[in-house]
């Protein structure tokens, strides 16, 4: 079968042709990926930063947002059928510990991730156990389904910063900035402001009718924030950007008592004022990750479900898997949305 693999700890990403993989394992069900969408965290495998370099095993067959057909079930697997599209969390938990047995298995220690520590996605077969399996209802389309998991990162983010009714700052406008902001709106913020210096991705933001896109580099940036809060600065922080003087910026201009949620990963340590930015202001810093299970994807449903407009803003490109290497150029070059991979195009199987 076609696979995209890490195949040498260097950067680049390469395909390679591997065999089909074997009739799947007790609670395991094998999925025939139709599409699947390509991650920062596949871009950050890419590029070969320090955390791909530490994590990742190679060869690694990556990808870990998807949607497919369900194509053998194995043993002790009740509740699917083959040929059910379904997507899938792709936070493999233990289930058993103490963090799995109180909602919270989002933050198991002993998460596996698909792509990541065991084979992923971008393949034409994946194998992922029952549990973690999405029924993806007829009404959304593929394209979008590829997509559940990032939509499910903004959607865990944004619901955990309790934005009703704030004023609302996203650092950072890559794909789970602006599904960020698309939810923030529908959530009842009282202001969204996004915060991107890319030009296309600053596009793609006006185009989700936000109240206000701002460029970092402009020097109007800070006063055309606290114009639009009426001077009290953001109350509700969601920092995407992984950038440390982008974040040491949003505590600065954010106002006392402000929830300030992190999703971006930096590069390494970030230096920041605590005493003057976060203690004295009185600010909440909360760290995000994956998605909640499964409170997150019932949540993602029905966004997607209502809002299929504003998911085919951000799903800016769909692409032949075989045309990978053009969709992390244009990761590269910042000149896109979030990108799909079709993986079912050569055999016409099924339209995305
Ligand atoms: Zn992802
Ligand atoms: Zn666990």
Request: hydrophobic residues 45%; proline residues 6%; glycine residues 10%.
């Amino acid at each position: 079968m076609f696979t995209i693999t890490k195949a040498k700890p260097e950067r680049g990403i390469w395909s390679s042709d591997q065999p089909s993989l074997p009739a799947p394992g007790r609670g395991m069900v094998m999925v025939d990926v139709i599409a699947a969408g390509i991650c920062g965290t596949d871009y950050h495998i890419y590029t070969w930063d320090a955390w791909s370099a530490g994590r990742i095993p190679t060869p690694m067959t990556i990808g870990h947002e998807f949607v497919g057909r369900i194509s053998a079930i194995g043993e002790d697997v009740t509740g699917f059928e083959i040929g059910e599209r379904v997507s899938a969390e792709c936070h493999i938990a233990c289930g058993k510990c103490a963090l799995c047995r109180t909602g919270n298995a989002h933050i198991c220690e002993k998460t596996e991730i698909i792509g990541v520590d065991r084979p992923g996605a971008f393949a034409e077969q994946v194998e992922i156990p029952a549990t973690n399996l999405w029924k993806v209802p007829d009404a959304i389309p593929n394209k979008h389904a590829a997509v559940f998991d990032p939509v499910g990162n903004a959607m865990h983010m944004v619901s955990t910063a309790k934005v009703t009714a704030r004023d609302v700052l996203i650092v950072g406008g890559g794909p789970i900035g602006l599904f960020a902001a698309a939810i923030a709106k529908a959530h009842g913020a009282r202001t969204v402001v996004l915060q991107e210096p890319n030009q296309a991705r600053g596009a793609i933001a006006h185009s989700l009718e936000l109240d206000l896109v701002v460029n970092p580099r402009d020097e109007n940036c800070r006063s055309d924030i606290l114009d639009i809060t009426e001077g009290r600065g953001p109350d509700v922080v969601l920092e995407v950007s992984g950038n440390g003087a982008a974040l040491n910026a949003a505590l600065d201009i954010a106002a006392p008592g402000a929830i300030v949620a992190l999703l971006g990963i930096p590069g390494g340590p970030v230096e920041l004022d605590l005493g003057g930015k976060v203690v004295m202001k009185g600010i909440s810093l909360i760290g995000i990750t994956g998605r909640r299970m499964f409170e997150t994807w019932f949540q993602v449903e029905a966004f997607m479900l209502k809002n299929p407009d504003l998911i085919e803003k951000v799903v800016t490109h769909v692409l032949p898997a075989k045309d990978f290497e053009y969709g992390f150029k244009l990761m590269d070059d910042g000149a896109c949305g979030k990108v799909v991979l079709d993986f079912q195009t050569s055999q016409l199987k099924e339209a995305v």
